[in-house]
């Protein structure tokens, strides 16, 4: 089992930004695919960005490339968002997620989930 637990929400103006922490707990946390989701009202939740376990390879939605970047420290356990020129567009609850070495429908499909972190961009 792992868990998950997001941190570094908050409220921020256009064009600020904000880093977000995903804390891991419970196994070993650097054979982890992890990656950030984010959910906002009224839609579905939506792919980020996502890093592999060494953290050389990255994928971003089209919609946040160039603004921000994921990034993993496996000795601290904790996966990060550098979430630059923030757009109202990027207000949302953002989640971290996890999968396993086995999972083969990642980032389609996670394993785990943290609890969600609020980010509110204002125009």
């Known amino acids: 089992q792992v868990q998950l637990v997001e941190s570094g929400g908050g409220l921020v103006q256009a064009g600020g930004s904000l880093r977000l922490s995903c804390e891991a707990s419970?196994?070993?946390?650097?054979?982890?695919?992890m990656g950030w989701f984010r959910q906002a009202p009224g839609k579905e939740r939506e792919f980020v960005a996502a890093?592999?376990?060494?953290?050389?390879?990255?994928s971003y939605a089209d919609s946040v490339k160039g603004r921000f970047t994921i990034s993993r420290d496996n000795a601290k356990n904790t996966v990060y968002l550098q979430m630059n020129s923030l757009k109202p567009e990027d207000t949302a609850i953002y989640y971290c997620?996890?999968?396993?070495?086995?999972?083969?429908?990642?980032?389609?499909?996670?394993?785990?989930w943290g609890q969600g972190t609020q980010v509110t961009v204002s125009s």
């Open positions: 997620a996890s999968a396993r070495p086995q999972n083969t429908g990642w980032p389609g499909r996670a394993d785990y």
């Open positions: 419970g196994r070993i946390f650097s054979i982890y695919r």
């Open positions: 890093i592999r376990t060494s953290g050389g390879v990255t």
